[in-house]
């Protein structure tokens, strides 16, 4: 089995989506009211993502069956979502990479790719000096709150995202 991650480009967008859309057709099968905004994530918030060279995606044999948007934060560049932090704090206020949108094809779910593609959120911040890691997901989203503990990342509180909804966040430091 060949396993792969690679950014993403122009071609790949049709695939992504396809996954987005089953992420999304499992959240509301399990209640989980992230992402049922049916405008988001967009087209444009992943066409945004490959110009940014941000928007990753995983292979398996050469099928798509994952992705993720990896960006570096820094001095020059904010999280506006995790700019106010309540019920908690950041480990740390260093750089960091965040991980955003991030799902894998309904297929191949339970494989543990979602580890995958945290890892290499790692390598990115590694190549870059960086040494922390955060993401966030809903509370009520059991299966990826499961997978971000179990890489190993903190609970460090919560934020309150551009829409106005509430996320669990979370920081994993890299040693």
């Known amino acids: 089995m060949d396993l792969s991650i690679l950014l993403a ?8 989506i396809d996954i987005i859309t089953e992420a999304k057709g499992i959240m509301k099968e399990m209640d989980i009211p992230q992402w049922q905004n049916p405008s988001y994530p967009t087209i444009e918030d992943l066409k945004e993502d490959l110009n940014d060279n941000s928007l990753y995606i995983l292979k398996k044999n050469d099928e798509l069956i994952g992705t993720a948007s990896i960006f570096i934060r820094d001095n020059l560049r904010n999280e506006d979502n995790y700019q106010t932090i309540f019920e908690g704090k ?3 206020e260093e750089a960091y990479v965040v991980i955003h949108r991030c799902a894998i094809r309904n297929k191949e779910r339970g494989n543990n790719y979602i580890n995958l593609l945290f890892n290499y959120a790692t390598k990115v911040a590694k190549d870059n000096n960086i040494n922390n890691l ?10 990826m709150n499961r997978a ?9 509180g ?5 829409d106005g909804t509430e996320r669990l966040a979370y920081q994993y430091i890299i040693e």
């Open 134 to 143: 955060r993401i966030d997901t809903h509370e009520k989203n059991g299966p």
């Open 148 to 156: 971000i503990k179990k890489f190993g990342f903190l609970y460090c």
């Open 158 to 162: 919560k934020v309150i995202m551009l």
């Open 90 to 92: 950041w480990l740390n």
């Open 9 to 16: 480009n122009e071609d790949d967008l049709k695939d992504i």
